[in-house]
C-alpha cells in the first residue's frame, strides 16, 4: 500500500495555470502506474490522467489532452500535473491514485477552482 499526499491546488483565473503535486510514501511508488483523478461537485470521481512507472509513457482524458501534463519523479516519489489553459469545468478536487485505482489509498485531495 502507497499513502498519498496532494498538494497545490488554489483559485485561479480562466486560462491560468497551476501544477499539483503528490507524494507518495512507500518503497512500491517505482513500480506502479500512476495517475490523477477529479471530483467536480455533485459528480463521481473520474480519471485525468496516467503515468506509466518506466519509459516516460503517458496518458490522458480528451477533456484535458494538450492543456494537462502529467510527469513524476521515481527518486522522489512524487508525481506532478501541469495544468495549462485552465477552464472553469476543471474545478474539482484533485487525488493522484495508482491505476487502477487502490481504495484504501485515496487521500484528502487537493481543491482546484477556476473562476474570474
Known amino acids: 500500500q502507497v499513502e498519498l499526499v496532494e498538494s497545490g491546488g488554489g483559485l485561479v483565473q480562466p486560462g491560468g495555470s497551476l501544477r499539483l503535486s503528490c507524494a507518495a510514501f512507500?518503497?512500491?511508488?517505482?513500480?506502479?502506474?500512476m495517475g490523477w483523478y477529479r471530483q467536480a461537485p455533485g459528480k463521481q470521481r473520474q480519471w485525468v490522467a496516467t503515468s506509466m512507472p518506466t519509459g516516460g509513457s503517458t496518458n490522458y482524458a480528451d477533456s484535458v489532452k494538450g492543456r494537462f501534463i502529467i510527469s513524476r519523479d521515481n527518486a522522489k516519489n512524487t508525481m506532478y500535473l501541469q495544468m495549462n489553459t485552465l477552464k472553469p469545468e476543471d474545478t474539482a478536487v484533485y487525488y493522484c491514485n495508482s491505476v487502477p485505482a487502490t481504495e484504501s489509498s485515496w487521500g484528502q485531495g487537493t481543491q482546484v477552482t477556476v473562476s474570474s
Open positions: 512507500g518503497s512500491i511508488f517505482s513500480i506502479l502506474a
